[in-house]
Antibody
Framework: QITLKESGPTLVKPTQTLTLTCTFS??????????VGWIRQPPGKALEWLAL???????RYSPSLKSRLTITKDTSKNQVVLTMTNMDPVDTATYYC??????????????WGQGTLVTVSS | SSELTQDPAVSVALGQTVRITCQGD??????ASWYQQKPGQAPVLVIY???NRPSGIPDRFSGSSSGNTASLTITGAQAEDEADYYC????????????FGTGTKVTVL
């Protein structure tokens, strides 16, 4: 059974850097085709894809947020870390991490963590 | 990156069929995956690839694609299917970037 859980601060101040950790179990981030993605959802709004790290340490970022995001993995700890710099109130959202898999059939995010609400306010 | 556009809301009578669409240029090249999200819960994958359902997803959920449009069909909608639905796919850049649709609220009457 694959599970993921996000952890990090619930409140950050504007201009600060947000660091979120996704701790997972039930799969290895060394397996070909596997990745971990980050997705966020502002209150009452749609999902927004942020970043993805693959088993081979390849990384992809949302073009609109690329300059502010860094994604890393620690395979031995079964963790993926997302940092977002220069936080702003508009970044207030629930942040999810999700297991990613892709092959000739397609690619998808499943399952997802429970999400963590991050509020940006002074 | 490209956008994926969905109708904001649709309604369906209990037991009837509803189709949710997702439009975007990248769908001419890549499959969409579909996610169901109920209030206060994390999204759940319901369809991936050409038309594949994860274990535990009822067979009343199906997917299809034509041109720049991907569709999720619920055949015989149940009360528990009332939720927000999002499509997701790669964008059209060819750089393995992803984008979510704008979301569709499905109401079961």
């Amino acid at each position: 059974q694959i599970t993921l859980k996000e952890s990090g601060p619930t409140l950050v101040k504007p201009t600060q850097t947000l660091t979120l950790t996704c701790t997972f179990s039930g799969f290895s981030l060394s397996t070909s085709g596997v990745g971990v993605g980050w997705i966020r959802q502002p209150p009452g709004k749609a999902l927004e894809w942020l970043a993805l790290i693959y088993w081979n340490d390849d990384k992809r970022y949302s073009p609109s947020l690329k300059s502010r995001l860094t994604i890393t993995k620690d395979t031995s700890k079964n963790q993926v870390v997302l940092t977002m710099t220069n936080m702003d109130p508009v970044d207030t959202a629930t942040y999810y991490c999700a297991h990613y898999y892709g092959d000739y059939v397609g690619d998808w995010f499943d399952p997802w963590g429970q999400g963590t609400l991050v509020t940006v306010s002074s | 990156s490209s956008e994926l556009t969905q109708d904001p809301a649709v309604s369906v009578a209990l037991g009837q069929t509803v189709r949710i669409t997702c439009q975007g240029d990248s769908l001419r090249s890549y499959y969409a995956s579909w996610y169901q999200q109920k209030p206060g819960q994390a999204p759940v994958l319901v369809i991936y690839g050409k038309n594949n359902r994860p274990s535990g997803i009822p067979d009343r959920f199906s997917g299809s694609s034509s041109g720049n449009t991907a569709s999720l069909t619920i055949t015989g909608a149940q009360a528990e299917d009332e939720a927000d639905y999002y499509c997701n796919s790669r964008d059209s850049s060819g750089n393995h970037l992803y984008v979510f649709g704008t979301g569709t609220k499905v109401t079961v009457l």
